[in-house]
């Protein structure tokens, strides 16, 4: 099941400094990238090195450590184990503070779920991670009320399970998944940030992952067929990966910024406006001609009659 996808590259912790983004797609996107990004004003980019550190690996068939332990959105310290051995698990590694692509991700996991019959804590379980161990369990249950708000079923939420975690559990659970991502320090400030992709797992019973998702939308047609074969033990096939960049960091300011590209939207924005024009244009033309054509018509006809 090959599903062509997107990896977005985030860095949280939005702050004033947060201004625009670039993005670029396609098969050679990173070296596109790093080109761009390799000058600026003669000086050398160094976030480069940085980007070669983030990303996911597809690590497909292989076991998820179900013996780590997290703290579940109530408080309590469970093992990854409680959640499997019936049921398949949407998975996903994010955090809750993340100001962008972490809440894109989970609105398009939502998003696609309102539009299976497959239903949380009945025919799979929902598995959201938290990659900051200073955020807690209060914050994974605010993230999972506004979730389970979303999605409209409040009946299901005891097949959502948002977790927080140490430090040590987290990096053993992003290595078995293949999640990659970098922690870096916001300059002038004590703010962290993390630079990492954006992907959503499915995985059987056991534990094993099966399928990978990239991106923040997702077909509702392949989330309901990677669920079905995931329960049944199959495991999928990898999927293509389409990298979006939205990390840089300027040398001359030695800042870190998160630029957030709105070039399609506005080009599209654009057209709109275009099209409306042109329509509203060619509406009173045509109107304008009836009207005259109609005088015209009555003129003539009070000239006959008269």
């Not at 929902?126 to 409209?152: C, F, N, R």
């Not at 975690?165 to 320090?185: E, M, R, S």
């Not at 067929?225 to 840089?248: F, K, Q």
């Not at 506005?266 to 329509?279: A, N, S, W």
Request: a neutral charge; aromatic letters at 8%.
């Amino acid at each position: 099941m090959a599903v062509a996808a997107a990896i977005g590259l985030c860095l949280a912790m939005a702050a004033p400094w947060l201004r625009a983004q670039t993005s670029d797609y396609g098969p050679k996107g990173l070296s596109a990238m790093t080109s761009a990004m390799s000058e600026k004003g003669g000086q050398v980019d160094t976030t480069p090195g940085i980007l070669s550190k983030v990303g996911i690996a597809q690590r497909l068939n292989a076991q998820l450590p179900l013996d780590l332990t997290f703290t579940d959105d109530t408080g309590k310290t469970v093992p990854l184990s409680t959640y499997f051995g019936k049921l398949p698990a949407l998975f996903t590694l994010v955090y809750y503070r993340c100001p962008m692509l972490c809440s894109e991700e989970l609105e398009g996991m939502t998003s696609a779920l309102k539009m299976i019959n497959f239903r949380p804590g009945r025919d799979f379980n929902i598995i959201v991670i938290s990659i900051d161990p200073t955020e807690t369990p209060a914050m994974a249950a605010a993230k999972k009320q506004e979730y389970l708000k979303m999605y409209g079923h409040p009946e299901t939420a005891n097949g959502w399970h948002f977790m927080t975690g140490t430090q040590q559990n987290i990096d053993q659970i992003a290595a078995a998944a293949g999640f990659k991502y970098v922690k870096l320090k916001v300059p002038g400030t004590n703010l962290m940030q993390f630079a990492h992709a954006s992907s959503l797992e499915i995985v059987t019973p056991q534990g094993k992952l099966a399928q990978y998702y990239m991106g923040v939308e997702y077909s509702p047609k392949d989330m309901l067929l990677g669920l079905d074969e995931a329960s049944n033990n199959r495991i999928g096939s990898p999927v293509d990966n389409i990298l979006t960049y939205c990390y840089h960091y300027d040398p001359t300011t030695n800042t870190h910024d998160l630029i957030i590209s709105r070039i399609i939207q506005l080009g599209g924005l654009l057209t709109l406006l275009l099209l409306g024009g042109f329509m509203l244009v060619m509406f009173r033309r045509d109107f304008t001609l009836g009207h005259a054509q109609r005088a015209g018509a009555r003129e003539t006809a009070e000239k006959v009659n008269g």
